[in-house]
């Protein structure tokens, strides 16, 4: 479970980015956060996967208070954010080991889980393509792929849907429910696209200045 309680998060003296954000999300469960740009859904996820720190309030995922969260080993979280993170002189299939190594995983196992990932997800074409060959739509396949690869229990995906054509994001749809919705992972997805995640979002939340308001 996510809960949210009383959070505030203030940038300048004037102008808060999060205000008084309280809500709860159950285990498995798919959520929309849905808003124009500068609203704070992205902010909001920023804070759950501490990129961010907040003024005041409480966050727990799985009981566990945040700021004792070490996700390495109490939680695994995953973030897709609108520009992904990668080693970027280095092709896909090097990054893709790369997740893997660090978790400890043995060079045999490594090699069998990114060589039937890259099969199953359709991906061995990129291969031996660097991720900066890479097109904005293949990276966040890639970054899909990558999490595909490691257990679970939260998810969080932000804007990646405004530079991308109709076609592929139909593509990341069908992968979320691949390889998030059907396997329980609890999925928060930020947006300012509410028609393209209703039907795949259990609610959709929605923020304005900071607030979440009824809709």
């Known amino acids: 479970m996510i809960e949210i309680k009383n959070l505030y998060l203030k940038y300048i003296r004037e102008y808060y980015a999060l205000y008084d954000i309280n809500l709860k999300i159950v285990p498995g469960e798919c959520v929309a956060l849905v808003g124009d740009e500068g609203s704070g859904k992205t902010t909001l996820l920023r804070v759950l996967a501490k990129l961010e720190k907040f003024d ?29 993170v990668f080693l970027e002189n280095r092709n896909v299939y090097e990054n893709l080991k790369y997740v893997l190594k660090e978790r400890k995983y043995k060079d045999k196992e490594i090699e ?3 060589n039937n990932a890259l099969i199953e997800f359709n991906i061995e074409k990129l291969r031996n393509l660097k991720v900066s060959e890479l097109s904005v739509f293949e990276k966040y396949i890639v970054s899909f792929v990558r999490l595909s690869l490691r257990p679970l229990d939260i998810v969080l995906i932000d804007n990646i849907f405004d530079d991308i054509t109709s076609e592929e994001v139909a593509s990341i749809l069908e992968l979320i429910k691949k390889v998030f919705v059907e396997n329980n992972v609890t999925t928060l997805i930020a947006s300012s696209k509410e028609e393209l995640l209703k039907n795949i979002s259990s ?8 607030s979440i308001v009824e809709k």
Not at 57 to 83: H, M, Q, T
Not at 203 to 210: A, D, N, Q, S, V
């Open 203 to 210: 609610r959709l939340i929605h923020f304005e200045y900071g």
């Open 112 to 114: 069998e889980k990114v």
């Open 56 to 84: 005041k309030g409480e966050i727990y995922l799985k009981e566990i208070n945040l700021k004792k969260i070490d996700f390495k080993n109490d939680i695994n979280l995953g973030y897709i954010s609108l520009k992904p």
